[in-house]
């Protein structure tokens, strides 16, 4: 099974068809185990000064909104770009569906509140 069809297994029916698909590819952008890619992709908003927003997405709270903006700066208007060109749509589109799209996806694959280790990915 590819980390693909974890992620969207995982995800559930709160994330559909094309969101589903624009979110997973977003994240496996980010590595190639689940839990490296989550990783990653947190570290990325801590280090674009989002911290707050993507650790109240892996707590167990509320999640912080973040703006497309803010998304583009995190992740890059290029990995943006070629993301959003693999579905048909513009890095704006894509920023906006991902600034609503991700605070939903980390919360979803970090159920207990924290994010999962290698091991237990493994198991």
């Not at 991902?98 to 290698?118: K, N």
């Amino acid at each position: 099974m590819s980390l693909m069809d974890i992620l969207k297994s995982q995800l559930g029916g709160q994330v559909e068809g094309q969101n589903a698909d624009l979110a997973t590819t977003m994240l496996t952008r980010f590595g190639g185990s689940k839990a490296e890619s989550l990783m990653n992709l947190t570290r990325a908003f801590q280090q674009g000064g989002l911290g707050g927003a993507v650790n109240s997405w892996i707590s167990t709270g509320d999640n912080q909104a973040v703006s497309a903006d803010q998304v583009i700066k995190v992740l890059g208007r290029d990995r943006v770009a070629e993301v959003a060109g693999k579905f048909g749509m513009s890095p704006e589109q894509a920023s906006e569906k991902l600034a609503h799209l991700l605070p939903t996806v980390v919360d979803r694959l970090t159920p207990a509140g924290h994010l999962p280790t290698q091991e237990q990915q493994a198991s």
